[in-house]
């Protein structure tokens, strides 16, 4: 069974920048599922949308209050996503989690499209 492991997690001073990485042990990442997201929760609140790409190279998504700051991207080998973060700001701070969405009919930025879910990895950013 595919498990997704995030890393790149950790504190920057608003205005820096992270990297996020999931890759998945066992099959790769791309043999089981249609397309990677990422979602976050801040304490308190519920899981959000931040950004989603397809395997197959189709239009990635973003949530409007990352767009411009976030790009999400996928190496050739199809087995690692990224989140590069940049302009972060303290609202960015929460655990950010990676999933696999497993069909093309499931929407990118709908939470229960997703079936496989990382531990999720932390992102603090001071102010």
């Known amino acids: 069974q595919v498990q997704l492991i995030e890393g790149g997690g950790g504190s920057v001073q608003a205005g820096g920048s992270l990297r996020l990485s999931c890759a998945a042990s066992?099959?790769?990442?791309?043999?089981?599922?249609?397309?990677v997201g990422w979602f976050r929760q801040a304490p308190g609140k519920e899981r959000d949308f931040v950004a989603a790409?397809?395997?197959?190279?189709?239009?990635?998504a973003y949530a409007d209050s990352v767009k411009g700051r976030f790009t999400i991207s996928r190496d050739n080998a199809k087995t690692t996503v990224y989140l590069q973060m940049n302009s972060l700001k303290p609202e960015d701070t929460a655990i950010y989690y990676c999933?696999?969405?497993?069909?093309?009919?499931?929407?990118?930025?709908?939470?229960?499209?997703?079936?496989?879910w990382g531990q999720g990895t932390q992102v603090t950013v001071s102010s």
């Open positions: 066992g099959r790769g990442l791309s043999f089981s599922s249609y397309a």
């Open positions: 790409i397809p395997w197959s190279g189709g239009t990635t």
């Open positions: 999933a696999s969405n497993p069909s093309y009919w499931n929407p990118l930025s709908v939470r229960s499209s997703y079936d496989r």
